[in-house]
């Protein structure tokens, strides 16, 4: 790809950007949020289309205007939300559109699914092609996805954060088979926040800043420290700055709760000036314990006390009402009305404060849009810009507002900073550390391990719909946090010991 | 801009199809006659716009002809008169939509000066305290026709039957007259049985539907009246489904030429006619007496027969 | 910026139609054929009120046409065993908004589709109407119910004040109001207005409530102006409604839509029958030509929108 420009309406998203690919090879395109990674890639797999350069594949030009002419050409892209449907078996994702046939027309399925096996045991995945996608795990449903894009046959396979929503087991397996596409002589373009998978499984490395390629290294020959500074341009000195405070007073107390085939036996508090780190792998309770405090769904044992009260919690309402703000996992489906304004996401949850009769007061509510976007430099052209068009970052520091907005002092973040780069991380770190100096307590979700060892108090490790095992921060630190999310080991016992007191 | 091209696009579009077939300019000298129909997808209103259309074009009229989308749209009747009021057009003919509901749309053309010719359908008597004038009615006496297809059964076919009968939209005039006058004709006749009546709504695909309906729940109708021909004729098929062609006897109404056909055929025992055509040719042809300034009587029959085999072949 | 430019659009072949129809017809530039069309637009834009903000929350209701028709019976029968008119007209803004509540109810706590649900009301509701008239229309009022159809205030007719008044209050409603911040909010992203503390349940219920009020206020005027209340009146309704508020610019998709588009919507639907009918054109290529508007308006702003991003 050389010289390519876009731009869109107000930003210029790519300047003149050059980019190549060999055969065999992983090339790791790194960039903050927003830097012009995703719109390159989508240029190439035929979902956008440039404004100026060129294409060359085998060195001749090429017009890639849509994705079935990407596809083509032997160019397949696996999105970070995966293209599947959910209602369909996995050999039928896996050959929609082309779906092997007999008698014109009428679809075999024997050789359906045959080659859906074929293919899926090739990658070393294990799992029935008759199964319906919406039934498979997070891992293996992008199995699916990697073999749908291989048998297209394809020669570039560009992957988008791949690993976002996998587990180490999951994350080891997904680097042997693109070892095993290297070996086939497939390039592969690979996306990723997570630098130190960089080390592990790329041949070389582009970082890009603002539109514009900073540099190509190989993979070897520079360190991570440089590669930040280059995409961050400033260094960053400390990832994890905690500030801790002394505990205060019990905000949260959650007794034995547990919600059928979920989860059992959780006991924990959280107190005033504390960040509570909850690890596990994905599927271990984390996220359903969550929606539990928050009301959405119900718990049919144990206990709930806010604020020293015991509470029932039915509905979402409710625990905003108690005191509650929840930042979900998905900003998008969960945490934002997309075409509805800054102003008017911001104020969403406070509604109630904001008006009177029934009226919406529309100056104090551009006054509380105002606060944020300045306290929490939120970047934006105007309180009016639909939510939709902001970064990633600054979405999540959208989310954040509004509960800040409420009078939420029990906050449960549900991994604060995935897909975010790193100089908002740093922003969303510092917060959290001035809600807790305000007295407000956080159960802090998040599958990044140094997150949780960095930012936490005291942490628990999910496993199974079971607290595995509880330690403070000094205590803790990869290995054993690892060791007890996967279930076993010396901390089990340990789990045993610490982690049932209420029993 | 691209928008205002598109918009622009549309409106040739409309034009265009307006264009082709715009009526003539208001003062061509022609008089004006506006005929509001109830629809225009039943062949019994075609037939009265052909009648009209000839006598217009042998007069020297300007004929509009408008109609609502579906027979029973009273609403966007009274748009298309109200409408026509603005085009200041010089008689008014109507078959109403719905005999009470007909009232205020009559009302706005009294106020417009405009004289209003009612057809087929006759206007509810409170027409008169509400002010309402017409200045006459052109129709058929579907209570004697009714009667016709009631006696029909007692004279010619020994007055023993099994009946089944298909209405109209309920609440209609001229359907609710048929039924009142067919079942006024079999009255107190010993042998005649109303087994089942049901609303088929004049249309040809419910016609169908309740018959098959009432198949299933009466096996023993033997004759079937029917309150116009399309509800009778989409019976006919639900008997042909049933595999029971010839079994049941039918008698339509409005003889329409499918109907005809059928009677000629055997399929279908007999119809009563109404001339529809006859009808329209009598609007436009009075109108222009009406806007010369002469006399109309305030009621015109329309001949009104029982048509059977030997009508039909002899024709 | 990009929702001014679409209103700007629609009210530019809503002229632009204007325009043509004046080039086109003597007959259509005066004063009392313009009061002729708004009043006959009266109660498809008084029905698309509804529809509007049912359609704004990412749902879709079919049973308008039978509600019009159902609380217009209930408030002929009020009117002819003599119930005084305020009672009367009560009495049918009630039948009216229980329809839609029930709607409401079955897509909340039932979680029905609304598409089904509405389906099955618009079938029950006219079947009712059906039932409690025996199938015939009630008719003949007094002068002082009539009035809200024949009357005029000024030069404006009642109806058309009637619809002035429904739309500013209903604008301030969804534009102004809480009601109607969470009814973008719910059509947006219902997930995440429920995780923001909205009580969707209840909300998406009165959105529905609501919609049936609209449509009993249509029936008062249908009735009144046509003095008599048909069980089989508001046919097919439902299809004029969601044309006018999509012509004006709301998403089938939710969370996106404007009562002022609504109503250009409408009087563009309004506009083009009467003119059609001034120019005598056909009924069946009227049918064409008011198809054809629908599919190009929604073409237009799946563009526009396509531009936009």
């Known amino acids: 790809m050389k010289a390519i420009t876009k731009a869109f309406p107000g930003v210029k998203a790519l300047e003149s950007v050059d980019f190549d690919l060999h055969a065999g090879e992983v090339h790791v395109l790194l960039g903050e949020n927003g830097a012009g990674k995703s719109t390159l890639m989508k240029i190439l797999s035929g979902a956008y289309q440039r404004d100026a350069g060129e294409i060359l594949l085998q060195g001749q030009p090429v017009e890639i205007d849509t994705p079935a002419s990407a596809q083509h050409l032997g160019i397949s892209t696996i999105y970070q939300e995966f293209n599947l449907i959910p209602q369909m078996s996995a050999a039928e994702n896996i050959f929609l559109g082309r779906e092997p046939s007999k008698w014109g027309g009428i679809i075999d399925r024997e050789r359906l699914h045959g080659e859906a096996a074929l293919l899926l045991a090739e990658l070393g995945a294990s799992l029935d092609p008759s199964t319906a996608v919406r039934s498979l795990s997070v891992a293996e449903q992008q199995m699916v996805e990697v073999a749908k894009a291989l048998s297209v046959e394809a020669r570039i396979l560009i992957m988008d954060e791949p690993t976002s929503a996998l587990s180490g087991g999951e994350i080891r397996l997904l680097f042997e088979t693109i070892r095993g596409l290297q070996r086939k002589g497939v390039g592969i373009v690979y996306i990723s926040h997570r630098l130190e998978e960089l080390a592990e499984i790329g041949s070389r490395v582009t970082v890009l800043r603002d539109g514009l390629v900073v540099a190509t290294h190989r993979v070897g020959e520079v360190a991570l420290d440089e590669l930040i500074r280059q995409m961050a341009n400033r260094e960053l000195k400390d990832h994890f700055p905690r500030q801790r405070e002394a505990p205060g007073d019990e905000l949260l107390r959650v007794e034995d709760l547990g919600a059928r085939g979920r989860f059992h036996g959780v006991s924990f508090s959280l107190c005033r000036g504390e960040i509570l780190g909850l690890a596990g792998l994905v599927g271990s309770g984390r996220t359903a314990l969550a929606r539990v405090l928050f009301g959405i769904d119900r718990f049919d044992s144990g206990s709930l006390w806010v604020h020293g009260r015991p509470v029932s919690l039915n509905s979402p309402r409710q625990a905003i009402a108690a005191g509650l703000g929840f930042l979900t996992e998905d900003r998008k489906a969960e945490g934002l009305v997309l075409n509805l304004s800054l102003r008017e996401n911001v104020s969403l949850p406070s509604l109630d404060r904001l008006s009177s009769w029934g009226v919406v007061n529309r100056k104090a509510e551009q006054e509380l849009a105002r606060g944020f976007v300045e306290s929490l430099r939120i970047k934006t052209p105007s309180m009016e810009q639909p939510v939709v068009y902001l970064s990633g970052g600054n979405q999540q520091k959208v989310v954040l507002s509004k509960w800040l907005a409420g009078r939420a002092d029990v906050f449960i973040f549900d991994e604060p900073t995935r897909g975010i780069d790193i100089g908002s991380k740093v922003e969303i770190y510092q917060l959290m550390n001035r809600l807790t100096a305000e007295g407000a307590g956080i159960l802090m979700i998040s599958s990044e391990l140094p997150e949780i060892l960095g930012m936490s108090d005291r942490i628990l490790v999910m496993h199974e719909g079971r607290i595995a095992a509880r330690f403070t921060h000094l205590e803790a630190d990869q290995e054993k946090l690892l060791q007890a999310a996967l279930g076993r080991g010396v901390s089990r016992a340990g789990a045993g010991a610490q982690g049932r007191p209420a029993e | 801009m691209k928008r205002r091209d598109i918009w622009l696009t549309l409106l040739a579009l409309a034009l265009g199809a307006a264009g082709c077939h715009r009526g003539e300019p208001a003062d061509s000298g022609k008089p004006r006659v506006a005929l509001v129909l109830k629809t225009l997808n039943n062949p019994f209103f075609i037939e009265m716009q052909r009648g009209a259309r000839e006598a217009a074009d042998r007069l020297g009229v300007d004929l509009v002809v408008q109609a609502a989308e579906r027979e029973l749209d009273v609403e966007k009747q009274m748009q298309i008169i109200e409408n026509l009021i603005q085009t200041r057009v010089d008689a008014l003919c109507v078959t109403p939509s719905g005999s009470k509901e007909i009232i205020p749309a009559i009302l706005k053309a009294n106020r417009a000066g405009i004289p209003v010719l009612i057809l087929d359908t006759k206007v509810d008597a409170s027409a008169e305290q509400e002010g309402a004038r017409f200045d006459t009615f052109i129709g058929s006496d579907n209570y004697q026709g009714g009667r016709l297809a009631g006696q029909f059964i007692l004279e010619q076919l020994g007055g023993k039957a099994k009946v089944a009968i298909l209405e109209g939209i309920p609440g209609h005039e001229t359907g609710d007259n048929r039924l009142r006058g067919f079942r006024d004709a079999i009255a107190g006749a010993p042998g005649v049985e109303i087994v089942a009546s049901q609303p088929a709504n004049w249309e040809r695909d419910q016609g169908f539907n309740v018959f098959q309906n009432i198949l299933e729940a009466h096996p023993e109708v033997d004759t079937l009246f029917a309150c116009s021909d399309l509800m009778a004729l989409g019976a006919l098929e639900a008997i042909a489904a049933a595999g029971r062609t010839g079994e049941i006897r039918i008698i339509g109404f409005d003889a329409l030429a499918e109907a005809r056909q059928a009677i000629a055929e055997g399929t279908m025992l007999a119809s009563i006619a109404q001339f529809s055509d006859e009808m329209g040719r009598l609007a436009v042809e009075n109108a222009l007496r009406r806007i010369r300034g002469e006399e109309i009587p305030s009621s015109i029959p329309v001949r009104i027969e029982l048509i059977t085999k030997e009508q039909v072949d002899t024709r | ?309």
């Open chain 3, 1 to 309: 910026m990009s929702h001014l430019g679409r209103r700007f659009g629609t009210l530019l072949g809503l002229v632009l139609l204007c325009v043509t129809l004046w080039i086109l017809s003597p007959y259509f530039l005066t004063p009392s054929n313009l009061v002729n069309v708004v009043q006959q637009t009266a109660v498809n834009a008084i029905i698309a009120v509804g529809m509007t903000f049912v359609i704004v929350s990412a749902g879709i209701d079919l049973s308008v046409g039978s509600i019009v028709a159902f609380s217009g019976v209930i408030l002929a029968s009020c009117l002819q065993a003599g119930a005084p008119l305020p009672l009367a007209l009560l009495a049918g803004l009630a039948a009216g908004g229980a329809c839609g509540l029930v709607n409401g109810l079955l897509i909340t706590w039932g979680r029905l589709p609304p598409f089904i649900s509405t389906l099955g009301m618009m079938s029950v509701a006219r079947g009712a109407a059906l039932v409690y008239t025996q199938g015939r229309p009630i008719s003949g009022f007094e002068a002082d119910f009539r009035f809200l159809a024949t009357g005029e205030l000024g030069f404006l007719p009642v109806p058309v004040l009637i619809m002035g008044v429904v739309y500013l209050l209903s604008h301030l409603l969804l534009s102004r109001t809480r009601f109607g911040r969470y009814t973008y909010a719910i059509g947006g992203n219902e997930e995440a207005a429920q995780l923001s503390g909205v009580s969707v349940r209840f909300h998406k219920s009165m959105i529905y409530a609501f919609s049936g009020l609209t449509s009993a206020v249509a029936a008062i005027i249908l009735t009144a102006r046509l003095n008599s209340a048909q069980p089989i009146a508001g046919f097919m309704y439902e299809l004029d409604a969601i044309a006018a508020a999509v012509i004006g610019g709301t998403s089938l998709l939710g969370g996106e839509g404007t009562l002022t588009g609504t109503l250009i919507g409408a009087l563009i639907m309004g506009v083009l029958r009467n003119g059609l009918n001034l120019l005598g054109v056909s009924s069946f290529l009227q049918q064409i030509v008011i198809g054809s508007v629908i599919i190009t308006a929604v073409l237009v702003d799946a563009l526009l929108k396509r531009r936009a991003s």
